[in-house]
T-cell receptor, first 109, second 116 residues
Framework: GQSLEQPSEVTAVEGAIVQINCTYQ??????LSWYQQHDGGAPTFLSY????GLEETGRFSSFLSRSDSYGYLLLQELQMKDSASYFC??????????FGAGTRLFVKA | NAGVMQNPRHLVRRRGQEARLRCSPM?????VYWYRQLPEEGLKFMVY????????ESGMPKERFSAEFPKEGPSILRIQQVVRGDSAAYFC??????????????FGPGTRLTVL
């Protein structure tokens, strides 16, 4: 079967660093994407890891370990506007992308 | 380059009516995906289409739901005889050909369907 686990909620303060973990179990795996979604808005793409290691894009970094079926999204220098839901999304066999329930990030002043 | 367009943005239907949701992918994108999202929940995959082909419809309910992506025109998600449980946000996403190597999907603004 297929499963996806990430924390339901995370709270952090402005300027801090937060890590959102994701473990997955899929039939076939090509890579792991991360998306951000603000309340009432559409998901927007943040990053994609096809290979093991860290990908950095500005304040956001994403990590993948294929052998552990594990990845994380790292957000640095948190800002209030980072309050949103974050979805890890493994790309499975047949190029179907699976989205979980997401992690709601609350950034406090 | 216009983004993914969906219309209508809001749709109200009474139980038993039909709902038609439209999605125009980004220019140059040949892959379209439909997702359903209930309040406070994640995105649930429904169907993956390429032009004139349904690639994966494993997330589509067996009855009342259908999708198409014709050679010309937008992709259509059709829900027949809607019920209250169909009320949700329906997002369409598109992506370029797989040769790009990155699984990046571009989402439309969604259609909020309310069934009375």
């Amino acid at each position: 079967g297929q499963s996806l686990e990430q924390p339901s909620e995370v709270t952090a303060v402005e300027g801090a660093i937060v890590q959102i973990n994701c473990t997955y179990q899929t039939s076939g795996f090509y890579g792991l994407s991360w998306y951000q979604q603000h309340d009432g808005g559409a998901p927007t793409f943040l990053s994609y890891n096809a290979l093991d290691g860290l990908e950095e894009t500005g304040r956001f970094s994403s990590f993948l370990s294929r052998s552990d079926s594990y990845g994380y999204l790292l957000l640095q220098e948190l800002q209030m506007k980072d309050s949103a839901s974050y979805f890890c999304a493994p790309q499975t066999g047949g190029f179907k992308t699976i989205f979980g329930a997401g992690t709601r990030l609350f950034v406090k002043a | 380059n216009a983004g993914v367009m969906q219309n209508p943005r809001h749709l109200v239907r009474r139980r038993g009516q039909e709902a038609r949701l439209r999605c125009s992918p980004m220019k140059g994108h040949s892959h379209v995906y439909w997702y359903r999202q209930l309040p406070e929940e994640g995105l649930k995959f429904m169907v993956y289409l390429q032009k004139e082909n349904i690639i994966d419809e494993s997330g589509m309910p067996k009855e009342r739901f259908s999708a198409e992506f014709p050679k010309e025109g937008p992709s259509i998600l059709r829900i027949q005889q809607v019920v209250r449980g169909d009320s949700a946000a329906y997002f369409c996403a598109s992506s370029p050909p797989r040769s790009s190597g990155v699984d990046e999907q571009f989402f439309g603004p969604g259609t909020r369907l309310t069934v009375l």
